[in-house]
């Protein structure tokens, strides 16, 4: 059973990251792209990684993506074909790139990986994963832990540093806007 | 339901991390205290700021001697450590003196510019100090996310925007292909930790195994993102050109030594054991960014894009001492961050007096003349030039000279005689500089120049070291190279 599903979702995965990239209408390459993270979080299941699963759907494909079409419905992009020879160049050498990693990317795991000696823990069946990651997270990870929290802090004030609007300082009018 | 361990600290440890949190109870006083609004022409922010900074190094440097690691040796507190904690303060507090003036005259919001100046230092810090790969990763974006709103301060100017909308997407594509190198040598090695990714690689060095070339060279790559190698450097130019002169100068300074302790870290660390095999894509890429950077330096008319292409060109110098290894070569590498740091702190604090108000004078141009009008500035631009052309007897050429010597200790001679054509090339630029300030005249009105009397002291002070390096270079040069002994 577990192959199955797996194949299953590996191929959806592939399927429709192909699909993200390829079409041409961003929402609809949005909406893919929603389908692709769903798919991952049915890996992760599969992996019993029931955390990771349900934070990747709640996360990713909830808040982010809401985010995402948000930005590109705002955008407004309506001409969905560049046309010139500069961009035609341009796409010739993405092709010519692309090509060159693909064939790269097929010669080195042709050659035979290996995987280091990862030793996942096995979590508590009566716990489930989402207590031993708490217990972790506080204890041998804490100090990454407090770092992202800074982290989150700083990305915050950015945020509202570039977003907020002009105060007191009345703008200036040599500088344009 | 098992007891969580609770991680221990001794009081020295406490000092330890002293640093860490001092950078961050400075950065959230800050913020809070903006509930007390302060006047346009306060220095509140800057005061707190040197505080936040002085007392962060003298934390550190009150433990130096001591060896900790912590957090299941995530943070180690080293000899590394504590030169490069001491260095990163050093650069905050001569940025803030050289933006105490900059940020009121055009009118930067105060409060957020300083806390993101120390948040971006604690960044750094952790970058240094980091033994694991995520820690490094997490520094790394805490400094970078600091520089990107910093690059983007001047909300009105356009170059400005363009700047930070360019560093910040090139930045995430950076940040992008390290994280997933981390993935790929985490999942080769099975682990992190820099310590025991070396010591597994030493055992069974699997150079065959694709996910360890391919995770390698993603955080190569992410790595030479964030010190300007090329071919990853093209982002340098327009966002230094762009931000506020302040911001350039932090983290023309800060941004590349960060970026070069943890690539020192993890090169000589983890990746020691395979080190005859990147020594010669590193070297590769030393002698790429030294020449394009100095080459392309030549056809600067704006001092600050001049100054970029220079900085790429010295990361190319920092790259050869790397790839030269060992003792020698490490502390060379360290050295040189020190010394390029002074005086190029130096030149852009000078910068970022010229003009008045809002206005930002930065051709070649405008220093016509400046040399007689203001002989102290023209005589510290001279020493800065040629300290960064590497002439004696500056701080500059000392750099060059334990670069170099510790390349040819190494073998590397056709590095060496690239690395001696750059200079001589170099010198060029840097001393047209000179010749604008004293040998033409300005064409109408000279450039104003905003005197304070914090920049003028960033400058004595960088002056000073600049010159005093030069004559004696020993005591730096001992710590350096007793600085990177726990990496080898």
């Known amino acids: ?177 | 339901m098992n007891v969580v361990p609770q991680p221990s600290f001794l009081m020295v440890d406490w000092w330890a991390l002293g640093a860490v949190i001092a950078l961050t109870v400075g950065c959230l006083a800050l913020l809070v205290l903006e509930f007390l609004p302060a006047g346009e022409r306060s220095s509140r922010g800057g005061v707190i700021s040197l505080l936040t900074l002085g007392v962060s190094a003298y934390a550190v440097l009150r433990v130096a001697q001591d060896r900790r690691s912590l957090f299941d040796g995530m943070f180690v507190h080293d000899g590394m450590t504590v030169f490069f904690t001491v260095l990163f303060c050093a650069i905050g507090i001569l940025s803030v003196l050289m933006s105490w003036d900059y940020v009121k005259r055009t009118r930067i919001n105060q409060a957020e510019y300083y806390a993101l100046l120390l948040s971006s230092v604690l960044g750094m810090v952790i970058m240094a100090a980091s033994n694991d790969l995520i820690t490094i990763f997490l520094g790394l974006e805490l400094m970078s996310l600091s520089l990107y709103v910093m690059v983007g301060f001047r909300r009105t100017r356009l170059e400005s925007n363009e700047a930070a909308l360019k560093y910040f997407l090139l930045g995430a594509f950076a940040s992008g292909f390290l994280l997933y190198g981390i993935a790929l040598l985490y999942g080769a090695t099975g682990t992190t930790d820099l310590g025991r990714m070396g010591a597994f690689l030493a055992d069974s060095p699997v150079l065959s195994n694709p996910l360890l070339l391919v995770g390698g060279l993603l955080v190569l790559a992410g790595f030479a993102f964030k010190v300007a190698a090329v071919p990853f450097h093209m982002w340098t130019p327009d966002a230094y050109e762009g931000a506020p002169t302040s911001v350039t100068g932090f983290m023309s300074a800060g941004a590349k030594a960060a970026g070069f302790a943890a690539l020192l870290r993890f090169g000589l660390k983890a990746m020691g054991p395979l080190e005859d095999q990147w020594a010669p894509l590193l070297s590769v890429i030393a002698a790429l960014t030294m020449t394009v950077g100095n080459v392309t330096a030549l056809l600067q008319q704006n001092l600050k894009r001049m100054l970029a292409y220079s900085s790429i060109a010295h990361a190319g110098y920092i790259l050869v001492a790397i790839v030269a290894g060992g003792t020698t070569g490490a502390g060379a590498a360290v050295f040189y961050l020190a010394v390029y740091s002074f005086m190029n702190l130096g030149a852009f604090a000078i910068l970022t007096m010229m003009g008045q108000g809002r206005d930002e004078r930065v051709l070649v141009s405008d220093l016509h003349g400046l040399g007689f009008r203001r002989p102290l500035l023209g005589v510290a631009m001279t020493v800065f030039m040629i300290s960064l052309g590497g002439i004696p007897p500056t701080a500059g050429f000392m750099g060059k000279i334990q670069v170099f010597g510790a390349a040819i200790e190494a073998g590397l001679i056709p590095l060496v005689i690239i690395g001696v054509l750059n200079s001589v090339i170099s010198v060029f630029y840097y001393l047209r500089v000179t010749v604008a300030m004293y040998m033409r005249e300005p064409e109408g009105e000279p450039t104003a120049i905003s005197q304070g009397l914090p920049a003028l002291l960033c400058v004595v002070i960088t002056l000073v070291l600049t010159v005093w390096l030069g004559i004696q270079a020993q005591p730096l040069w001992v710590e350096a190279q007793r600085s990177v002994l726990s990496l080898l």
């Open chain 1, 1 to 177: 059973m577990v192959p199955i599903l797996f194949l299953g979702f590996a191929g959806l995965l592939i399927a429709t990251a192909l699909m993200v990239v390829l079409h041409k209408n961003p929402v609809t390459s949005a909406l893919f792209l929603v389908l692709a993270f769903v798919s991952l979080a049915g890996i992760y299941l599969l992996l019993h990684a029931e955390f990771l699963g349900m934070v990747q759907i709640l996360v990713y494909a909830g808040a982010i993506m809401v985010l995402f079409l948000f930005v590109i419905m705002y955008l407004n992009l309506q001409h969905d074909v560049e046309r010139g020879l500069a961009i035609a160049v341009r796409r010739g050498i993405g092709w010519a790139l692309g090509a060159l990693l693909l064939l790269a990317g097929g010669t080195l795991l042709s050659r035979g990986w290996a995987l280091g000696p990862v030793q996942p823990p096995v979590a508590d069946p009566a716990g489930g994963n989402a207590a031993a990651i708490g217990q972790t997270l506080y204890s041998k990870y804490l100090f990454p832990f407090e770092i992202t929290s800074i982290l989150l802090l700083v990305a915050m004030v950015g945020a509202i540093v570039i977003a907020k609007g002009h105060s007191a300082a009345p703008p200036d009018s040599k500088e344009g806007a």
